[in-house]
């Protein structure tokens, strides 16, 4: 397995345990990714860049800085091996923490909350199946490993 490409993402859960997903803008044949399709906020690494650095500038600019999170309750939270059309990989190291709320800074945000259970029923037409692949994983590890959501670790989720 080759990994050509870092990146990092994020498991952004509110109080009541509801998911935050942003809406896909563009398609990518290589990622296999369909504008219009919801997913986790999550991109590439830039030169120089933490992981966490990474994670938490993704989030805020995929959710329009909109969301407030609770900086103490931010967890690794494994990594997703994403398999692209070329044949190589991604490597995506997740990070989970909870929201605070709308910041003020008045942005509006194109988000949508969505619990576990409402993601996973979803078509794979409209939310991208790494995304449903890495919630029930995450999921699924802590279920039997720890109280949800105190703690976060998953194994090497292979996705593609």
């Given at each position: 397995m080759i990994v050509d490409?870092?990146?990092a993402g994020f498991f952004a859960i509110t109080s009541c345990g509801r998911f935050v997903l942003r809406t896909e803008?563009?398609?990518d044949f290589n990622t296999h990714k369909r504008a219009g399709q919801l997913s986790l906020?999550?991109?590439h690494l830039r030169p120089g860049e933490g992981l966490?650095?990474?994670a938490l500038r993704e989030f805020g600019e995929e959710t329009n800085h909109s969301l407030s999170l609770d900086m103490h309750s931010i967890?690794?939270?494994g990594r997703v091996l994403l398999g692209k059309a070329d044949g190589q990989y991604a490597a995506i190291a997740m990070f989970a923490g909870r929201i605070l709320g709308p910041a003020n800074n008045g942005a509006t945000s194109p988000v949508i909350y969505a619990s576990s259970d409402e993601i996973l029923a979803m078509d794979d037409r409209l939310v991208r199946p790494p995304t449903k692949a890495a919630i029930k994983h995450l999921l699924e590890q802590n279920s039997r490993l720890h109280p949800w959501p105190a703690f976060f670790v998953f194994e090497d989720?292979?996705?593609g």
């Open positions: 490409e870092w990146g803008g563009k398609s906020p999550m991109g966490l650095t990474c967890r690794p939270a989720l292979v996705v």
